[in-house]
């Protein structure tokens, strides 16, 4: 059984800098696509970013393009977010999921949130202005 357990949330001024980790267990990482989401208070939970089996392929939400970074790393099995220049807006629970993925690079339909079969129990990200 896979578990995904996010880490590194908490509360930072505006234009400040956190690096969110999640720590998948159960399984080897590399056999999953992986992402990371969010929802803000009232609103739905929106797609962050995406990252391929291999890391090599990426891809982000306009709203976040430029200013976050995801990453991963299979030897230890986590994914990482780096998010700069924080904004207000980018206040939510951050939520990271993985679905198996039969390949290597591909990242299509890494928005659907239907797709992802594990989801961890999410991080409190707060930006004060």
């Known amino acids: 059984q896979v578990q995904l357990v996010e880490s590194g949330g908490g509360l930072v001024q505006a234009g400040g800098s956190l690096r969110l980790s999640c720590a998948l267990s159960g399984r080897t990482s590399s056999s999953y696509q992986m992402a990371w989401f969010r929802q803000a208070p009232g609103k739905d939970r929106e797609t962050v970013a995406g990252i391929s089996r291999s890391g090599g392929s990426t891809d982000y939400a306009d709203s976040v393009k430029g200013r976050f970074i995801i990453s991963r790393d299979n030897a230890k099995n986590t994914m990482y977010l780096q998010m700069n220049s924080l904004k207000p807006e980018d206040t939510a629970v951050y939520y990271c999921?993985?679905?198996?993925?039969?390949?290597?690079?591909?990242?299509?339909?890494?928005?659907?949130?239907?797709?992802?079969?594990?989801w961890g129990q999410g991080t409190q990200v707060t930006v004060s202005s």
């Open positions: 999921a993985c679905r198996g993925a039969s390949s290597w690079t591909a990242l299509s339909g890494w928005t659907r949130q239907n797709n992802y079969q594990y």
